[in-house]
């Protein structure tokens, strides 16, 4: 693992939904593997910072931060108390103003 960025609160454990592990494997191998590393990358340190690509929603029924990386969207939960965990509730694929999550429109 690389040297925490300036000014890291820590790292983050990483855990999956029994639901993002199945949207996961309903993707293909590359844009897998671009997910997988977008979540290594920018939610493993101040994964409850808001950036460029990783924003806080307005309440909704799927999950209270997003991520970006291109199309591919990752759903998540922060917890900070008692340990940092981030929880990855779903992943979805954005297609203009149309979100896929699961093979099925949301």
Do not use: C
């Not at 639901?19 to 409850?48: F, K």
């Not at 029924?61 to 940092?84: C, H, N, Q, S």
């Amino acid at each position: 693992m690389t040297a925490p960025p300036a000014g890291s609160s820590g790292p983050f454990e990483i855990t999956f939904s029994y639901e993002a592990e199945s949207h996961l494997l309903g993707l293909s191998a590359r844009d897998r593997a671009t997910i997988l590393d977008a979540i290594e990358r920018r939610l493993s340190w101040q994964a409850n910072v808001e950036s460029r690509n990783r924003k806080r929603l307005r309440p909704n029924p799927i999950a209270p931060w997003e991520l970006r990386a291109g199309t591919l969207r990752v759903y998540f939960d922060v917890e900070v108390l008692p340990r940092k965990v981030v929880k990855v509730l779903a992943v979805g694929v954005k297609e203009r103003n149309r979100l896929w999550i699961g093979g099925e429109e949301v």
